[in-house]
């Protein structure tokens, strides 16, 4: 069974930085991606950033790009998003998903998802 589960949420003031972790287990597939999704309150899900199982290629939503970056630890199954210079608007419930079959860095078709993780950004 694939279990994704994300940790490092938390509170932080405009500006600062967080670390989030999503911990993937349970997989022996070699063709997958990895995403981060949010959601914040009222709003719909968006992606914010995927890396690709295969090649480690990445994708960012615009307005994430050059603040957050996504990578991966295949050895530890663990795939990071530091995120920086954070804003009030990436408060949300930040997930992390598994999608098998294709490693395109891309947000569809999504397999696996985990519990999710809060982000708070003061202002």
């Known amino acids: 069974e694939v279990q994704l589960v994300e940790s490092g949420g938390g509170l932080v003031q405009a500006g600062g930085s967080l670390r989030l972790s999503c911990a993937a287990s349970?997989?022996?597939?070699?063709?997958?991606?990895i995403g981060w999704f949010r959601q914040a309150p009222g709003k719909e899900r968006e992606g914010v950033a995927c890396?690709?199982?295969?090649?480690?290629?990445?994708n960012y939503v615009d307005s994430v790009k050059g603040r957050f970056t996504i990578s991966s630890d295949n050895a530890k199954n663990t795939v990071t998003l530091q995120m920086n210079s954070l804003k009030p608007e990436d408060t949300a419930v930040y997930y992390c998903?598994?999608?098998?079959?294709?490693?395109?860095?891309?947000?569809?078709?999504?397999?696996?998802w985990g519990k999710g993780t809060l982000v708070t950004v003061s202002s």
């Open positions: 998903a598994l999608r098998e079959g294709s490693s395109s860095p891309f947000y569809w078709g999504m397999d696996y």
């Open positions: 349970g997989f022996t597939f070699d063709d997958y991606a």
């Open positions: 890396i690709s199982g295969g090649d480690g290629s990445t």
